[in-house]
C-alpha cells in the first residue's frame, strides 16, 4: 500500500473543500487499484457530491439545519456550537474509497471528493491517501 498525507487550510468558516485534484494527482501513476481517503481528526469527514452548482453550500445548510451552532451541544469547549463538529462525523464520515483505473479517479461526471470542516478552531487539516491494488 502506498500511502502519504497532504495538509489543507479550511479556514474560520464552515467549508466543503473540493480536494479532486490533489487526489487525482496522487492515484495518476498508480494503475488500477482503490484510493482509500481518510480524515485523522474527530471533527471533519468526507463526501462525494457535486461541486459549484450549489450543492456544497446546500450540504453546508443543511448541516447547518440539522447541527446548529448554538450552546445545545454537551461538548462546550471552543467556539459556540463546538459540540456539532464531533457529531458531524457520524452524519458526514471521516474517510471515503474511490475506484481508480488506469491512474485515473472512477468518479461520475459530476462527482467531486470534499472535504467538509464545521469547527472554525481547527483551521489545518490532514488528509492521508491510500492507494490499495490487488495481489
Do not use: K
Not at 59 to 74: C, H, S, V
Not at 123 to 128: G, L, Q, S, T
Amino acid at each position: 500500500m502506498d500511502s502519504e498525507t497532504r495538509r489543507f487550510r479550511t479556514g474560520d468558516r464552515d467549508v466543503v473543500l473540493d480536494i479532486t485534484r490533489e487526489c487525482a494527482e496522487f492515484a495518476a501513476s498508480r494503475g488500477d487499484g482503490l484510493l482509500h481517503v481518510f480524515v485523522p481528526h474527530a471533527t471533519a469527514g468526507l463526501a462525494i457530491l457535486e461541486t459549484g452548482s450549489g450543492s456544497d453550500d446546500d450540504l453546508i445548510a443543511a448541516l447547518g439545519d440539522l447541527l446548529p451552532a448554538d450552546d445545545r451541544w454537551r461538548h462546550r469547549h471552543g467556539t459556540p456550537g463546538h459540540g456539532r463538529s464531533h457529531v458531524m462525523p457520524a452524519l458526514v464520515p471521516p474517510y471515503a474509497t474511490v475506484p481508480v483505473l488506469g491512474g485515473r479517479l472512477a468518479l461520475g461526471t459530476w462527482q467531486s471528493i470534499c472535504l467538509v470542516d464545521l469547527n472554525v478552531d481547527n483551521h489545518d487539516r490532514e488528509v492521508r491517501l491510500s492507494f490499495l491494488t490487488s495481489a
